[in-house]
């Protein structure tokens, strides 16, 4: 099987921010592979604009080197990066002042798609709005992409969305969340809505609980101050595994229209149970034989933050009112491995007796590494001598069962040739954004109040023994944390 790529139309593509980290390790190697794959027309251009000094030359230098760190060595051929880089251009731009506007509105063609993508700090999207729309540079139909954090708590996203808004209407806005360009994760919508096998099972009548875990096996590093203004919810929960909560519980839409779907994921948002603080871990990590703790990475001898956060939730509507989902994000665990888990609820009458380690029917989706699905079903053990039953995967994996499975397109490749359809089905709405916030600010602020530290736990395991016994108190258990 062999992907089908359907270019789009022309278009000049501003990356504010183009010589930062994120543009040069994936928004500039995205845009050169879908260069390979034929997706960006005749005429396309990605103009980079920043502080730094650069001219065309110094710029596509810069475009080369990321290129050629960031993208498989087999597709570095001369001629096609050459070719890609004659459709770049640098512009010096001062996001806070006048410097490079004029200069930018200038190379503004007529009749071609314009998006503005702020790969910048979330306190220059209101500037940059501004004198995109003050220097008319932005018109009705440009987009722009804006990375998050989108604010820190609901005040914050509230005000960041009413300066958005300002400029921009709520169709031009792409608020983006890379864990939905995954292939695997548009995969989940395809499953459930594409098929008949596991809709009519999608209900707490069938589902005894789903499992939410993305584990990191990295610290904070370089990001530490940074992260310790935020910790793992505002990184992580409030957003990534909000998300993949919302595309596994949501009602199917009445069609795959972008409204549509972001509809049934608000309403999941606002039929979230407010979670009992006993019903949540946080951790933070101790330091290793080689590595240093969570306190030495933040350089912050008294932190509160965490690092690790367990939870267990509920969803009150029809569907899933007494189906607990459990969500598990955290650095310095054993692995790096994101996936979601559904677990079915064993048959209501063995005809087999009971068999220890029989377990019920559970659907993985790999969001990484190695993306795919398998399902775990109950067959006979093969050979004589009475009926043993034990567990084998039914195994999809992309790499292996599609014809180009090694080189899936990364998820900003996806969601950027999403921003220039005009597709924004896999993108935040701000109303989603604020719900979302206003479901994660009481749990922050009870902390706050509580004042209570999180529990330190060693590296390279699967986080707080608190943790464990979230399940354990249930009689359930955390799938192991592997590749």
């Known amino acids: 099987m062999v992907s089908r790529v359907i270019p789009v139309e022309v278009f000049d593509l501003v990356i504010f921010g183009g010589t930062g980290d994120l543009a040069r390790r994936k928004i500039l ?28 030359a110094g710029y596509r230098q810069f475009v080369n080197d990321a290129i050629c760190e960031f993208v498989k060595s087999s597709r570095h051929d001369k001629a096609h990066i050459d070719e890609f880089l004659s459709r770049i251009k640098y512009l010096p731009v001062d996001a806070l002042g006048d410097a490079g506007w004029q200069g930018l509105a200038s190379l503004m063609r007529p009749n071609v798609i314009r998006a503005f993508y702020f790969s910048v700090a979330p306190r220059l999207f209101g500037p940059l709005a501004e004198r995109l729309h003050d220097h008319g540079i932005a018109d009705a139909e440009s987009r722009i992409v804006v990375e998050k954090p989108f604010g820190r708590d609901l005040k914050s996203a509230k005000a960041l969305n009413a300066v958005l808004a300002e400029s921009f209407d709520e169709h031009q806005i792409y608020r983006i969340d890379h864990y939905l360009g995954k292939e695997t994760v548009q995969n989940l919508m395809a499953v459930r809505f594409g098929n008949m096998l596991f809709e009519p099972l999608w209900n707490s009548q069938y589902v005894d609980h789903i499992q939410i875990t993305v584990a990191e096996s990295v610290g904070v590093g370089g990001r530490g101050s940074y992260y310790d203004k935020s910790g793992a919810i505002r990184d992580m929960v409030q957003n990534h595994l909000m998300q993949l909560l919302c595309l596994i519980a949501m009602e199917p839409p009445s069609e795959f229209e972008p409204d549509a779907v972001r509809d049934e994921k608000l309403k999941v948002i606002r039929a979230l149970d407010a979670p009992d603080q006993q019903d949540i871990v946080r951790g933070q990590y101790r330091s290793g034989e080689d590595t240093p703790s969570y306190r030495d990475d933040a350089e912050n001898d008294e932190s509160t933050t965490e690092s690790f956060i367990a939870m267990k939730l509920g969803i009150s509507n029809w569907r899933w009112k007494g189906t607990p989902i459990y969500l598990r994000t955290g650095k310095r665990l054993r692995e790096r491995t994101s996936e979601i888990a559904v677990v079915f609820k064993d048959p209501p009458h063995s005809i087999f007796g009971e068999q220890e380690g029989r377990r019920g029917n559970v659907l993985v989706i790999r969001l990484q590494p190695n993306e795919g699905m398998n399902l775990r079903v109950t067959i006979k053990e093969p050979g004589p001598g009475g009926m043993r ?16 499975g090694d080189d899936i397109p990364d998820a900003y490749e996806r969601l950027i040739m999403d921003v220039m359809r005009g597709n924004q089905t896999l993108f935040m709405r701000g109303d989603e954004v604020e719900a979302a916030w206003a479901w994660t600010d009481p749990i922050i602020q009870a902390w706050e109040d509580a004042r209570k530290k999180p529990v330190e736990y060693d590296p390279g395991g699967s986080g707080p023994d608190d943790s464990l016994m979230l399940l354990h108190r249930d009689g359930r258990r955390w799938r192991e944390i592997k590749a």
Do not use: C, H, N
């Open 29 to 56: 190697p995205g845009l050169y592979r879908r260069f390979l794959a034929g997706q960006l027309p005749e005429g396309a251009r990605i103009i980079g604009a920043a502080r730094a000094d650069f001219d065309d």
């Open 389 to 404: 039953l034990i567990e084998v995967p039914l195994d999809m994996s992309f790499a292996e069962a599609l014809a180009d």
